[in-house]
T-cell receptor, first 112, second 114 residues
Framework: GDSVTQMEGPVTLSEEAFLTINCTYT??????LFWYVQYPGEGLQLLLK?????DKGSNKGFEATYRKETTSFHLEKGSVQVSDSAVYFC???????????FGTGTRLQVFP | DARVTQTPRHKVTEMGQEVTMRCQPI?????VFWYRQTMMQGLELLAY????????DSGMPKDRFSAEMPDATLATLKIQPSEPRDSAVYFC????????????FGPGTRLLVL
């Protein structure tokens, strides 16, 4: 079945460092891809999404490009802030079952 | 600013007691999801509904959990009897037709079963 694989965390960075969180997927069709973020004590929030190959989703300085050839949707940010500390979830849409399939989440910790 | 609301936000109960969690989806959203999040298992999909009809509840322990949508503005998740292993954060999320499967999450109910 469809699945999402994320890099293990935690990812620990200093403020203003470059961030990459890897995400790869397995899908039989052409799913939409998502990044959600969960801040401490809160629910998940949509960060960005891409609906077809080569689309780039972006929001709040974060970017991810839908790469069909490598089945990847890596999350990047050029300069992280302490306020970016959170858990990041990669997800894909399962059109057959009409639901999202989430990765296990990657915790990001940014220190001043 | 439309949001998914969940009540209660926190619940402490004793083993064997009934627990009911409520969710109010965003007005106009026709799909509702229930998730459970724990440190050990991560985020698990328990059940989901479309137009108030259950689509899949295979992620839910059938003997003690039940999920319903009495009307379009209310979804409930019930545990009876509760057990310590049910301690987790339970999230409700809703989605609208034509939004590309985007789900909007509530703040969660943090459940502790002693």
């Amino acid at each position: 079945g469809d699945s999402v694989t994320q890099m293990e965390g935690p990812v620990t960075l200093s403020e203003e460092a470059f961030l990459t969180i890897n995400c790869t997927y397995t899908a039989t069709g052409y799913p939409s891809l998502f990044w959600y973020v969960q801040y401490p004590g809160e629910g998940l929030q949509l960060l960005l999404k891409a609906t077809k190959a080569d689309d780039k989703g972006s929001n709040k300085g974060f970017e991810a490009t839908y790469r069909k050839e490598t089945t990847s949707f890596h999350l990047e940010k050029g300069s992280v802030q302490v306020s970016d500390s959170a858990v990041y979830f990669c997800a894909l849409s399962d059109y057959v079952a009409d639901k999202l399939i989430f990765g296990t989440g990657t915790r990001l910790q940014v220190f001043p | 600013d439309a949001r998914v609301t969940q009540t209660p936000r926190h619940k402490v109960t004793e083993m064997g007691q009934e627990v009911t969690m409520r969710c109010q989806p965003i007005l106009g959203h026709n799909t509702v999801f229930w998730y459970r999040q724990t440190m050990m298992q991560g985020l698990e999909l328990l059940a989901y509904f479309r137009n108030r009809a259950p689509l899949d509840d295979s992620g839910m322990p059938k003997d003690r959990f039940s999920a319903e949508m009495p009307d379009a503005t209310l979804a409930t998740l019930k545990i009876q009897p509760s057990e310590p292993r049910d301690s987790a954060v339970y999230f409700c999320a809703s989605g609208a037709p034509g939004t590309g499967e985007t789900q909007y999450f509530g703040p969660g109910t943090r459940l502790l079963v002693l």
